[in-house]
């Protein structure tokens, strides 16, 4: 599979997944996924991204500025 991007070959590896939402950021670290080795682009697998969606739902109601959760630990 090739980067849709750049159309450069894409790797596994783990990244850090952050989301700025208005009263809070939330950083997931360890999240696996697909980047490209030309651009960074990174791309998820349903799985993952529904994992994401799930993780992002539960904080987001915690009254922090910052979160910062693993991923493994939120999936197991």
């Known amino acids: 599979m ?3 991007m750049c159309k450069g070959n894409l790797e596994e590896k783990e990244v850090n997944y952050i989301v700025d939402l ?3 950021i939330i950083i997931i670290k360890g999240v696996p996924a697909k980047v490209c080795s030309q ?3 990174q791309y998820f697998d349903d799985e993952t991204a529904e994992n994401i969606e799930k993780i ?3 904080l987001k109601e915690l009254a922090t500025e910052v979160t ?3 991923y493994k630990e ?3």
Do not use: D, R
């Open 2 to 4: 090739n980067c849709f």
């Open 22 to 24: 208005e009263q809070t």
């Open 39 to 41: 651009c960074g682009e």
């Open 56 to 58: 992002v739902n539960k």
């Open 68 to 70: 910062i959760v693993n």
């Open 74 to 76: 939120k999936v197991a």
